[in-house]
């Protein structure tokens, strides 16, 4: 189980910093900041799945923008990602619903 853990925080985060090479890159870094908060403060399931939905609109918009970023503004992506992915893991989305869905943007 630690293994596909891991292995969903590595596909998020290779993805988000794929992803994340225009203008918008500074939104994405603030909007996954505030998504992190967001996650981390879930006291349930229902708030993560919540969460997770945000979480991959996110994604998605960052796909169809190709956004660009600096290496320190991928930096923070890639810290904002793997502590989502970890807080939404913590409150019980399973880390292959998250592998599977990052996997659709691919």
Same mark, same amino acid.
Request: a positive charge; glycine letters at 6%.
């Given at each position: 189980?630690?293994? /596909? ?9 290779? #993805?988000? &910093?794929?992803?994340? %090479?225009?203008? +918008? $890159?500074? *939104?994405?870094?603030?909007? /996954?900041?505030?998504?992190?908060? =967001? ?5 349930? =399931? ?5 969460? %997770?939905? !945000? #979480?991959?609109?996110?994604?998605? !918009? &960052? =796909?169809?923008?190709?956004? +660009?970023? *600096?290496?320190? !503004? $991928?930096?923070? /992506?890639?810290? *904002?990602?793997?502590?989502?992915? =970890?807080?939404?893991?913590? +409150? $019980?989305? *399973? ?6 869905? &990052?996997? +659709? #943007?691919?």
């Amino acid at each position: 189980m630690k293994l /596909l853990r891991n292995t969903a925080i590595v596909v998020a985060i290779g #993805f988000v &910093m794929g992803a994340a %090479f225009s203008c +918008k $890159g500074k *939104s994405y870094v603030t909007q /996954l900041a505030d998504l992190e908060k =967001k996650a981390c403060a879930c006291a349930d =399931k229902t708030c993560a799945d919540a969460a %997770f939905k !945000d #979480f991959m609109a996110v994604v998605e !918009d &960052m =796909k169809k923008t190709e956004a +660009k970023v *600096s290496n320190e !503004d $991928g930096q923070k /992506l890639g810290t *904002s990602t793997a502590n989502i992915v =970890k807080c939404l893991m913590a +409150k $019980g989305v *399973s880390p292959l619903t998250i592998q599977q869905e &990052m996997q +659709k #943007f691919k």
